[in-house]
């Protein structure tokens, strides 16, 4: 009893690990550590994403903008310091869902204890099930360039999985802008 029950803990363990991997929104940032971030005061796109949902477009530039603003950069169509570029992609996934059952003794049978199908020697009968779920899966690069140079100084990746709910799937986009601008590499000049 006690080595099926280490199993299916051991077992559930490595699936929350692999889930926790696999299904976690993911966000990455890097960026130039060798440039003055303060000097950057004003930006502008030069290009839009295009997600696949044509209403996340302007919500994933609205909340870069509030985002940039926070930092203390304002918009300037004419004359930005910063150039700012972003792209959208989705991509089909298949995740693995593995359910267990039964097990131990008295699982079924004459009422607990070992009656027909209870224990032997320890171990009880048990099935498990997986079926597989197809789900979207969203990748937004917020790139920010030198308007000069045109190069690149500081660049943000999220990964996660789209909600099916639109509102959910909106609020999900807000929080992965707003983390990756937590490590914007210099604190807001706004008091």
Known sequence: ????????????????????????????????????????????????????????????????????RLKGLE?????ADLEIKATSTTE?????????????????????GLGYGGCWDGWGGGWSTTTVETRE??????????AKTHEPLWQGVSTHLVSRK??????KLQKEIRKMFEEYPFLSRIS
């Open 1 to 68: 009893m006690r080595m099926q029950a280490s199993k299916i803990v051991v077992g559930f363990t490595i699936f929350l690990l692999v889930a926790g991997n696999a299904f976690g929104r993911k966000v990455k940032v890097d960026y130039d550590h060798d440039k003055n971030f303060s000097k950057y005061r004003t930006f502008v796109w030069i290009q839009e994403p295009e997600p696949k949902n044509p209403f996340m477009r302007q919500r994933i530039i609205n909340a870069v903008n509030r985002q940039l």
């Open 137 to 146: 899966q969203a990748t937004l690069v917020v790139e920010l360039l030198d």
């Open 92 to 112: 089909q996934v298949q995740i693995l869902n593995t359910f267990y059952s039964g097990g131990g003794c008295g699982a079924w049978g004459y009422g607990w």
């Open 166 to 171: 639109a509102d959910k799937a909106a609020e």
């Open 75 to 79: 918009p300037d169509d004419s004359g």
